[in-house]
Protein backbone atom coordinates (compact mmCIF):
# COMPACT_ATOMS: atom_id res chain seq x y z
CA UNK A 1 0.00 0.00 0.00
CA UNK A 2 1.45 3.06 -0.75
CA UNK A 3 1.03 6.01 1.48
CA UNK A 4 0.72 9.97 -0.08
CA UNK A 5 2.62 12.31 1.94
CA UNK A 6 0.32 15.68 2.08
CA UNK A 7 1.96 18.93 2.55
CA UNK A 8 0.81 21.15 5.27
CA UNK A 9 -0.85 24.21 3.64
CA UNK A 10 -2.38 27.31 5.12
CA UNK A 11 -5.05 29.60 3.56
CA UNK A 12 -3.57 31.94 1.84
CA UNK A 13 -5.37 34.99 3.41
CA UNK A 14 -4.16 33.28 7.03
CA UNK A 15 -0.72 33.34 5.99
CA UNK A 16 -1.21 37.12 4.90
CA UNK A 17 -2.57 37.67 8.63
CA UNK A 18 0.64 36.00 10.10
CA UNK A 19 3.14 37.01 8.01
CA UNK A 20 1.59 40.27 7.64
CA UNK A 21 1.53 40.63 11.34
CA UNK A 22 5.22 39.66 11.59
CA UNK A 23 6.46 42.11 9.36
CA UNK A 24 4.64 44.75 11.46
CA UNK A 25 6.29 43.38 14.95
CA UNK A 26 9.53 42.84 13.18
CA UNK A 27 9.89 46.73 12.60
CA UNK A 28 8.41 47.47 16.23
CA UNK A 29 10.67 45.75 18.07
CA UNK A 30 13.76 44.30 16.74
CA UNK A 31 14.78 46.34 13.57
CA UNK A 32 13.40 48.89 11.07
CA UNK A 33 14.51 48.44 7.80
CA UNK A 34 16.44 51.77 6.07
CA UNK A 35 14.69 53.07 2.82
CA UNK A 36 16.72 52.99 -0.36
CA UNK A 37 17.11 56.09 -2.14
CA UNK A 38 14.94 56.17 -5.86
CA UNK A 39 14.98 59.92 -6.35
CA UNK A 40 17.14 61.50 -9.22
CA UNK A 41 17.13 63.70 -11.81
CA UNK A 42 20.72 63.03 -14.45
CA UNK A 43 22.53 60.58 -14.73
CA UNK A 44 25.02 62.07 -12.77
CA UNK A 45 22.26 61.86 -9.47
CA UNK A 46 21.95 58.27 -10.53
CA UNK A 47 24.85 57.27 -9.97
CA UNK A 48 25.49 59.52 -7.17
CA UNK A 49 22.63 58.89 -5.42
CA UNK A 50 21.27 55.26 -6.38
CA UNK A 51 23.91 53.49 -6.96
CA UNK A 52 26.54 53.89 -4.17
CA UNK A 53 27.56 51.39 -2.12
CA UNK A 54 25.44 52.03 0.67
CA UNK A 55 22.09 52.14 -1.13
CA UNK A 56 22.68 48.66 -2.87
CA UNK A 57 23.74 47.38 0.35
CA UNK A 58 19.96 48.50 1.62
CA UNK A 59 18.03 47.15 -1.49
CA UNK A 60 20.18 43.87 -0.75
CA UNK A 61 18.80 44.27 2.92
CA UNK A 62 15.45 44.61 1.49
CA UNK A 63 15.51 42.11 -1.06
CA UNK A 64 16.72 39.22 1.57
CA UNK A 65 13.92 40.55 3.68
CA UNK A 66 11.35 40.18 1.52
CA UNK A 67 12.68 37.04 0.11
CA UNK A 68 12.41 35.64 3.27
CA UNK A 69 9.09 36.95 3.77
CA UNK A 70 7.71 35.19 0.42
CA UNK A 71 9.59 31.94 1.47
CA UNK A 72 7.94 31.60 4.10
CA UNK A 73 4.85 32.25 2.55
CA UNK A 74 5.19 29.47 -0.10
CA UNK A 75 5.96 27.26 2.76
CA UNK A 76 3.05 28.26 4.97
CA UNK A 77 0.70 28.13 1.74
CA UNK A 78 2.64 24.58 0.48
CA UNK A 79 3.84 26.03 -2.38
CA UNK A 80 7.72 24.88 -3.80
CA UNK A 81 9.68 26.65 -2.05
CA UNK A 82 13.05 26.03 -3.91
CA UNK A 83 11.26 27.25 -7.43
CA UNK A 84 10.30 30.77 -5.40
CA UNK A 85 13.59 30.83 -4.49
CA UNK A 86 15.34 30.88 -7.92
CA UNK A 87 12.31 33.11 -9.71
CA UNK A 88 12.08 35.80 -7.07
CA UNK A 89 15.39 37.47 -7.36
CA UNK A 90 14.35 38.32 -11.40
CA UNK A 91 11.03 39.58 -10.23
CA UNK A 92 12.79 41.72 -7.70
CA UNK A 93 15.50 43.10 -10.12
CA UNK A 94 12.36 43.95 -12.30
CA UNK A 95 10.52 45.78 -9.35
CA UNK A 96 13.46 47.81 -8.64
CA UNK A 97 14.02 49.24 -11.98
CA UNK A 98 10.57 50.18 -11.94
CA UNK A 99 11.23 52.09 -8.75
CA UNK A 100 13.98 53.64 -10.21
CA UNK A 101 11.95 55.01 -13.16
CA UNK A 102 9.69 56.55 -10.90
CA UNK A 103 11.90 58.19 -8.81
CA UNK A 104 13.34 60.45 -11.51
CA UNK A 105 12.23 64.07 -11.28
CA UNK A 106 10.20 64.27 -14.06
CA UNK A 107 8.45 61.12 -13.65
CA UNK A 108 7.68 62.25 -10.25
CA UNK A 109 6.01 65.95 -11.52
CA UNK A 110 3.97 64.39 -14.01
CA UNK A 111 3.15 61.69 -11.09
CA UNK A 112 3.53 58.47 -12.98
CA UNK A 113 3.41 56.12 -9.96
CA UNK A 114 6.10 52.82 -9.33
CA UNK A 115 2.77 50.35 -9.81
CA UNK A 116 2.51 51.47 -13.55
CA UNK A 117 6.06 50.60 -14.59
CA UNK A 118 6.24 47.29 -12.78
CA UNK A 119 2.68 46.24 -14.31
CA UNK A 120 4.17 47.87 -18.47
CA UNK A 121 7.29 46.41 -17.79
CA UNK A 122 5.94 42.77 -16.90
CA UNK A 123 3.52 42.69 -19.76
CA UNK A 124 6.25 43.31 -21.89
CA UNK A 125 8.46 40.69 -20.95
CA UNK A 126 5.75 38.60 -20.19
CA UNK A 127 3.99 38.91 -24.14
CA UNK A 128 7.72 39.38 -25.64
CA UNK A 129 9.13 35.79 -24.63
CA UNK A 130 7.31 32.96 -23.57
CA UNK A 131 8.16 32.31 -19.37
CA UNK A 132 8.56 28.66 -17.73
CA UNK A 133 5.14 27.31 -16.43
CA UNK A 134 7.20 26.72 -12.85
CA UNK A 135 8.20 30.45 -13.30
CA UNK A 136 4.97 31.61 -13.86
CA UNK A 137 3.45 29.30 -11.06
CA UNK A 138 6.14 30.73 -8.20
CA UNK A 139 4.69 34.68 -8.91
CA UNK A 140 3.59 34.91 -5.66
CA UNK A 141 1.06 37.67 -6.53
CA UNK A 142 -2.05 37.81 -3.68
CA UNK A 143 0.33 36.91 -0.98
CA UNK A 144 1.82 40.40 -2.12
CA UNK A 145 -0.67 42.60 -2.92
CA UNK A 146 -2.21 41.30 0.37
CA UNK A 147 0.46 42.08 2.52
CA UNK A 148 1.00 45.71 1.36
CA UNK A 149 -2.44 45.52 2.49
CA UNK A 150 -2.29 45.55 5.82
CA UNK A 151 0.71 47.52 5.82
CA UNK A 152 -1.28 50.31 4.17
CA UNK A 153 -3.18 49.66 7.81
CA UNK A 154 -0.58 51.55 9.93
CA UNK A 155 -1.15 54.67 7.47
CA UNK A 156 -4.93 54.92 7.80
CA UNK A 157 -4.99 56.91 11.20
CA UNK A 158 -8.11 57.16 12.26
CA UNK A 159 -7.28 60.28 14.77
CA UNK A 160 -5.60 62.64 12.16
CA UNK A 161 -9.02 62.08 10.28
CA UNK A 162 -10.92 63.43 12.72
CA UNK A 163 -8.79 65.98 13.97
CA UNK A 164 -8.59 67.46 10.19
CA UNK A 165 -12.32 68.48 10.65
CA UNK A 166 -16.17 66.38 9.80
CA UNK A 167 -16.73 67.80 6.69
CA UNK A 168 -14.17 65.60 4.67
CA UNK A 169 -15.70 62.69 6.59
CA UNK A 170 -19.53 63.52 5.32
CA UNK A 171 -18.36 64.24 1.64
CA UNK A 172 -16.25 61.08 1.81
CA UNK A 173 -19.05 58.93 3.33
CA UNK A 174 -21.94 60.78 0.61
CA UNK A 175 -19.19 60.40 -2.50
CA UNK A 176 -18.35 56.82 -1.73
CA UNK A 177 -21.84 55.67 -1.02
CA UNK A 178 -23.31 57.86 -3.95
CA UNK A 179 -20.59 56.71 -6.70
CA UNK A 180 -20.25 53.10 -5.79
CA UNK A 181 -23.44 52.56 -5.98
CA UNK A 182 -24.07 54.75 -9.59
CA UNK A 183 -20.94 52.87 -11.25
CA UNK A 184 -22.67 49.26 -9.85
CA UNK A 185 -26.09 50.28 -11.26
CA UNK A 186 -24.31 51.25 -14.57
CA UNK A 187 -21.67 48.10 -15.02
CA UNK A 188 -25.24 46.37 -14.35
CA UNK A 189 -26.78 48.09 -17.24
CA UNK A 190 -23.98 46.98 -19.99
CA UNK A 191 -23.75 43.72 -18.07
CA UNK A 192 -20.26 44.45 -17.14
CA UNK A 193 -19.79 40.72 -15.39
CA UNK A 194 -19.67 40.34 -11.59
CA UNK A 195 -16.15 40.76 -10.23
CA UNK A 196 -14.86 43.83 -12.61
CA UNK A 197 -18.34 45.69 -11.67
CA UNK A 198 -17.18 45.38 -7.94
CA UNK A 199 -13.44 46.32 -8.87
CA UNK A 200 -14.58 49.28 -10.95
CA UNK A 201 -17.32 50.39 -8.27
CA UNK A 202 -14.72 50.44 -5.50
CA UNK A 203 -11.85 51.76 -7.76
CA UNK A 204 -14.05 55.11 -8.84
CA UNK A 205 -15.41 55.86 -5.99
CA UNK A 206 -13.07 55.05 -2.95
CA UNK A 207 -9.39 55.55 -3.67
CA UNK A 208 -8.62 54.03 -6.93
CA UNK A 209 -5.20 51.39 -6.85
CA UNK A 210 -5.76 50.26 -3.33
CA UNK A 211 -9.45 50.14 -3.69
CA UNK A 212 -9.28 48.29 -6.61
CA UNK A 213 -6.68 45.76 -4.71
CA UNK A 214 -9.05 45.07 -1.65
CA UNK A 215 -11.82 44.53 -3.47
CA UNK A 216 -10.14 42.10 -5.76
CA UNK A 217 -8.66 40.34 -2.39
CA UNK A 218 -12.30 40.40 -0.87
CA UNK A 219 -13.91 38.72 -3.71
CA UNK A 220 -10.72 36.44 -4.76
CA UNK A 221 -10.70 38.42 -8.35
CA UNK A 222 -8.82 37.41 -11.08
CA UNK A 223 -5.54 39.09 -11.55
CA UNK A 224 -5.55 39.93 -15.11
CA UNK A 225 -9.43 41.76 -14.31
CA UNK A 226 -7.51 43.88 -11.67
CA UNK A 227 -4.79 44.74 -13.61
CA UNK A 228 -6.96 45.94 -16.83
CA UNK A 229 -8.79 48.61 -13.77
CA UNK A 230 -6.06 49.30 -12.68
CA UNK A 231 -4.70 50.55 -16.08
CA UNK A 232 -8.06 52.54 -16.61
CA UNK A 233 -7.22 53.88 -12.81
CA UNK A 234 -3.44 55.12 -13.63
CA UNK A 235 -4.06 56.35 -17.39
CA UNK A 236 -7.66 58.35 -16.69
CA UNK A 237 -6.12 59.70 -12.94
CA UNK A 238 -3.12 61.35 -15.27
CA UNK A 239 -5.28 63.84 -17.32
CA UNK A 240 -7.64 64.80 -14.54
CA UNK A 241 -4.73 65.74 -12.38
CA UNK A 242 -3.83 68.48 -14.77
CA UNK A 243 -7.00 69.68 -16.36
CA UNK A 244 -9.16 69.80 -13.20
CA UNK A 245 -6.89 72.63 -11.53
CA UNK A 246 -7.18 74.74 -14.95
CA UNK A 247 -10.76 74.04 -15.22
CA UNK A 248 -11.32 75.25 -11.30
CA UNK A 249 -9.43 78.31 -11.90
CA UNK A 250 -11.80 79.48 -15.17
CA UNK A 251 -14.58 79.41 -13.33
CA UNK A 252 -12.89 80.52 -9.47
CA UNK A 253 -14.03 77.88 -7.56
CA UNK A 254 -12.71 78.76 -4.27
CA UNK A 255 -9.96 76.92 -2.92
CA UNK A 256 -11.65 75.31 -0.53
CA UNK A 257 -13.95 74.07 -2.66
CA UNK A 258 -11.25 73.17 -5.52
CA UNK A 259 -9.42 70.60 -2.90
CA UNK A 260 -12.30 68.99 -1.90
CA UNK A 261 -13.43 68.61 -5.15
CA UNK A 262 -9.67 67.61 -6.33
CA UNK A 263 -9.57 65.19 -2.89
CA UNK A 264 -12.83 63.56 -3.85
CA UNK A 265 -12.61 63.09 -7.27
CA UNK A 266 -8.98 61.57 -8.13
CA UNK A 267 -8.18 58.28 -7.45
CA UNK A 268 -5.06 57.76 -6.70
CA UNK A 269 -3.60 60.29 -3.43
CA UNK A 270 -0.46 61.18 -5.21
CA UNK A 271 -2.53 62.88 -8.13
CA UNK A 272 -4.56 64.56 -5.31
CA UNK A 273 -1.39 65.76 -3.83
CA UNK A 274 0.25 67.12 -7.32
CA UNK A 275 -2.90 68.70 -8.69
CA UNK A 276 -3.90 70.51 -5.33
CA UNK A 277 -0.39 72.18 -5.05
CA UNK A 278 -1.45 73.70 -8.38
CA UNK A 279 -4.02 75.46 -7.33
CA UNK A 280 -2.89 76.35 -3.47
CA UNK A 281 -1.95 75.97 -0.14
CA UNK A 282 -5.39 75.43 1.40
CA UNK A 283 -6.54 73.32 -1.77
CA UNK A 284 -4.07 71.39 -0.89
CA UNK A 285 -4.84 70.60 2.83
CA UNK A 286 -8.63 70.04 2.15
CA UNK A 287 -8.06 67.55 -1.07
CA UNK A 288 -6.06 65.55 1.75
CA UNK A 289 -7.90 65.95 4.15
CA UNK A 290 -10.78 64.56 1.85
CA UNK A 291 -8.25 61.74 0.07
CA UNK A 292 -7.35 60.32 3.50
CA UNK A 293 -11.01 60.06 4.78
CA UNK A 294 -11.89 57.97 1.59
CA UNK A 295 -9.03 56.08 2.73
CA UNK A 296 -10.55 54.72 5.88
CA UNK A 297 -13.20 53.75 4.04
CA UNK A 298 -11.08 50.66 2.50
CA UNK A 299 -11.70 48.61 5.13
CA UNK A 300 -15.42 49.10 6.35
CA UNK A 301 -16.06 48.97 2.45
CA UNK A 302 -14.08 45.30 1.75
CA UNK A 303 -15.73 44.14 4.78
CA UNK A 304 -19.10 45.12 3.39
CA UNK A 305 -18.19 44.20 -0.43
CA UNK A 306 -17.15 40.61 1.09
CA UNK A 307 -20.40 39.95 3.03
CA UNK A 308 -22.52 41.08 -0.32
CA UNK A 309 -20.38 38.29 -2.33
CA UNK A 310 -21.24 35.99 0.30
CA UNK A 311 -25.20 36.34 0.15
CA UNK A 312 -25.35 36.44 -3.95
CA UNK A 313 -22.22 33.85 -5.00
CA UNK A 314 -22.92 30.75 -6.08
CA UNK A 315 -20.88 27.41 -5.05
CA UNK A 316 -17.97 26.81 -7.52
CA UNK A 317 -19.61 23.86 -9.83
CA UNK A 318 -23.03 23.86 -8.85
CA UNK A 319 -26.16 25.90 -9.86
CA UNK A 320 -27.06 26.31 -5.93
CA UNK A 321 -26.61 29.16 -4.09
CA UNK A 322 -24.67 28.80 -1.29
CA UNK A 323 -26.89 29.31 1.88
CA UNK A 324 -26.05 33.05 3.57
CA UNK A 325 -25.04 31.52 7.20
CA UNK A 326 -22.47 32.39 9.33
CA UNK A 327 -20.41 30.13 9.03
CA UNK A 328 -20.12 30.75 4.69
CA UNK A 329 -19.63 34.43 5.16
CA UNK A 330 -16.68 33.81 7.52
CA UNK A 331 -15.39 31.07 5.06
CA UNK A 332 -15.39 33.65 2.34
CA UNK A 333 -14.76 36.55 4.27
CA UNK A 334 -10.73 38.24 3.09
CA UNK A 335 -9.13 37.44 6.70
CA UNK A 336 -6.55 40.38 5.58
CA UNK A 337 -8.91 42.76 6.04
CA UNK A 338 -8.28 42.14 9.65
CA UNK A 339 -5.00 42.42 9.90
CA UNK A 340 -5.43 45.39 8.08
CA UNK A 341 -7.90 46.94 10.50
CA UNK A 342 -5.86 45.95 13.55
CA UNK A 343 -3.06 47.25 12.19
CA UNK A 344 -5.17 50.64 11.61
CA UNK A 345 -6.28 50.86 14.88
CA UNK A 346 -2.63 49.96 16.39
CA UNK A 347 -1.17 53.38 14.91
CA UNK A 348 -4.48 55.09 15.86
CA UNK A 349 -4.86 54.55 19.25
CA UNK A 350 -2.34 52.27 21.00
CA UNK A 351 0.70 52.86 20.11
CA UNK A 352 2.75 55.77 21.31
CA UNK A 353 3.43 58.26 18.98
CA UNK A 354 7.08 58.18 19.04
CA UNK A 355 6.97 54.21 18.23
CA UNK A 356 4.73 54.82 15.33
CA UNK A 357 6.99 57.58 13.86
CA UNK A 358 10.17 55.57 14.04
CA UNK A 359 8.60 53.11 11.99
CA UNK A 360 6.15 54.74 9.70
CA UNK A 361 8.24 55.89 6.81
CA UNK A 362 9.68 52.40 6.66
CA UNK A 363 7.19 50.66 6.50
CA UNK A 364 5.50 52.63 3.62
CA UNK A 365 8.32 51.62 1.97
CA UNK A 366 7.82 47.84 2.19
CA UNK A 367 4.17 48.74 1.41
CA UNK A 368 5.14 50.24 -1.52
CA UNK A 369 7.88 47.32 -2.22
CA UNK A 370 5.23 44.56 -1.86
CA UNK A 371 2.45 46.63 -4.33
CA UNK A 372 5.13 47.21 -6.55
CA UNK A 373 6.29 43.66 -6.67
CA UNK A 374 2.86 42.44 -7.44
CA UNK A 375 2.09 44.46 -10.49
CA UNK A 376 5.40 43.13 -11.66
CA UNK A 377 3.97 39.66 -11.45
CA UNK A 378 0.75 41.07 -12.41
CA UNK A 379 2.06 41.95 -15.66
CA UNK A 380 4.36 38.77 -16.00
CA UNK A 381 1.49 36.70 -15.91
CA UNK A 382 -1.15 38.52 -17.81
CA UNK A 383 -1.58 38.63 -22.25
CA UNK A 384 -1.25 42.10 -22.74
CA UNK A 385 -3.77 40.94 -25.75
CA UNK A 386 -6.62 40.18 -23.19
CA UNK A 387 -6.34 43.90 -22.08
CA UNK A 388 -7.89 45.36 -25.29
CA UNK A 389 -10.25 42.57 -26.83
CA UNK A 390 -13.36 44.00 -28.07
CA UNK A 391 -15.46 42.33 -25.02
CA UNK A 392 -13.33 44.88 -23.01
CA UNK A 393 -14.84 48.02 -24.25
CA UNK A 394 -18.40 47.81 -21.70
CA UNK A 395 -16.14 48.00 -18.74
CA UNK A 396 -13.76 50.78 -19.94
CA UNK A 397 -17.16 52.76 -20.89
CA UNK A 398 -19.03 52.30 -17.53
CA UNK A 399 -15.58 53.21 -15.70
CA UNK A 400 -15.71 56.10 -17.69
CA UNK A 401 -18.85 57.29 -17.70
CA UNK A 402 -18.70 56.16 -13.60
CA UNK A 403 -15.94 58.99 -13.22
CA UNK A 404 -18.09 61.32 -14.79
CA UNK A 405 -20.38 60.76 -12.79
CA UNK A 406 -17.86 60.83 -9.76
CA UNK A 407 -16.75 64.31 -11.01
CA UNK A 408 -20.29 65.96 -10.86
CA UNK A 409 -21.62 64.57 -7.87
CA UNK A 410 -18.43 65.68 -6.24
CA UNK A 411 -19.03 69.17 -7.11
CA UNK A 412 -21.53 69.74 -6.19
CA UNK A 413 -21.32 67.98 -2.28
CA UNK A 414 -17.76 70.07 -2.21
CA UNK A 415 -19.38 73.57 -3.17
CA UNK A 416 -22.63 72.73 -0.74
CA UNK A 417 -20.36 71.71 2.33
CA UNK A 418 -17.07 73.93 1.37
CA UNK A 419 -18.56 76.83 -0.35
Known sequence: MTITKQRFALHEDWAVVILGSLVII?????????????????SQAL?????????????????????????????????????????????YLLT?????LAGNSFIKSINLEAVIFSLVIGLIIGNLFKLPQWFIDTLSTELFVKIGLVLLGTTVIFSDILKAGSLGLIQA??????????????CKKLKVDDELTMMIS?????????????????????????????????????????????IAAYFNFPQQVTGAWLGGSIDTTGAVVASGTLVGEEALKISTIVKFSQNVLLGIAAFAISIYWSYNKTAKGTDTVEKPTLKVI????????????????LFSFFLPSAAAANVKDSLKNLQNAWFT????????????????????????????????????????????LFG
Not at 26 to 31: A, V
Not at 337 to 345: D, E, K, P, Q, T
Not at 404 to 415: G, H, K, P, Q
Open 330 to 345: WERFPKFVLAFIAASL
Open 202 to 246: SAVSICGVSAAIATSGAIKGDPKKLSYVISMVLITAIPMMIFMPY
Open 96 to 100: VFALI
Open 373 to 416: LAFTSIGLETNFKDLFKNENKKPLYAFLLAQLFNVIVTLIIAYF
Open 47 to 91: IEHVFTADNLLILFIQFLFVLVVGALGAIVTGKPVKNFLIGFPAV
Open 173 to 186: LVVVLSVWYFAFWL
Open 26 to 42: FSLFFYVLPIPVYKWDT
